[in-house]
């Protein structure tokens, strides 16, 4: 990933304005978000990522906010704007599910939020169904397995994730490290329900699934129901090793 940082002040080109304050730009809120910057000790921005927006491109994009490359006293961090529309007032309850997911070491590192701004750890990775696509066969069994790991230990403190039934854009696969990310709509409020929502997102009626199937022998489809269902009827340490051993894994 090539990193070309600006100063923050590019914000304030019309351009750019857009990436502060997605989708509705007010000037008035462009000079509100850039004083909480300055207060964050943000310095730079650098639009480089996987997902393209006009000309620029950034880490990612979601319905509560976008995320840039920036830095942060020197280091480079994972920046998360919150959109103009996004249907929660601030950033502070998403900071705190990042935390308990950090607790358990699972997720990028937080390091600090304001009201419309989460700083991260910038994890650098590709999406799984994209390094999947280019993996080996023998790569992805310990990947897929530490995934359904971090599933297990989610599912063990109550935080559901929300969203792993689209699993190829919840996980970041890096040389030295992957993890779940992205935990804006997830909650301690439901019943957790991680390690089953990702075995069928990884294995069964995903893109994701198609790929892993195309490189690695996977149990019928049956079957895999069949070890979903006991590991949500116990909820146990054991029932999740039948799980992973059953998936051949």
């Known amino acids: 990933m090539t990193d070309h940082f600006q100063p923050i002040s590019i914000f304030k080109k019309d351009y750019y304005k857009k990436f502060l304050a997605f989708p509705t730009v007010k000037e008035s809120e462009i000079e509100k978000?850039?004083?909480?910057?300055?207060?964050?000790?943000?310095?730079?921005?650098s639009?480089?990522?996987?997902?393209?927006?006009?000309?620029?491109n950034i880490l990612g994009k979601?319905?509560?906010?976008?995320?840039?490359?920036?830095?942060?006293?020197?280091?480079?961090?994972?920046?998360?704007?919150?959109?103009?529309?996004?249907p929660r007032k601030n950033m502070s309850d998403e900071a705190k599910l990042l935390k308990i997911a950090n607790?358990?070491?699972?997720?990028?590192?937080?390091?600090?939020?304001?009201?419309?701004?989460?700083?991260m750890?910038?994890?650098?990775?590709?999406?799984?169904?994209?390094?999947?696509?280019?993996?080996?066969?023998?790569?992805?069994?310990?990947?897929?397995?530490?995934?359904?790991?971090?599933?297990y230990l989610l599912d063990n403190v109550g935080l559901d994730h929300g969203e792993l039934s689209t699993i190829d854009k919840h996980v970041i696969v890096g040389k030295n490290r992957n993890t779940i990310i992205d935990f804006e709509s997830s909650s301690t409020k439901r019943v957790s329900s991680n390690v089953s929502a990702a075995t069928q997102a990884i294995f069964i009626g995903t893109g994701l699934a198609k790929t892993i199937r195309k490189k690695i022998q996977v149990p019928r489809r049956d079957k895999i129901i069949r070890l979903v269902r006991n590991y949500k009827k116990l909820?146990?340490?054991?029932?999740?090793?039948?799980?992973?051993?059953?998936?051949?894994?």
């Open 235 to 249: 909820r146990t340490e054991k029932s999740f090793d039948d799980l992973v051993q059953g998936l051949k894994l």
């Open 103 to 119: 607790e358990i070491n699972i997720g990028p590192r937080f390091i600090k939020n304001s009201k419309n701004f989460l700083i």
């Open 33 to 45: 978000r850039m004083v909480e910057l300055r207060k964050l000790g943000v310095t730079h921005i």
């Open 121 to 151: 750890e910038f994890i650098d990775g590709e999406k799984i169904i994209d390094w999947a696509k280019k993996s080996k066969s023998k790569q992805l069994c310990p990947v897929i397995t530490n995934v359904l790991r971090e599933c």
């Open 62 to 86: 979601g319905y509560v906010g976008m995320v840039v490359l920036a830095k942060k006293s020197g280091k480079i961090v994972a920046l998360k704007i919150r959109r103009t529309d996004s």
């Open 47 to 56: 639009f480089t990522g996987p997902l393209q927006i006009d000309k620029c």
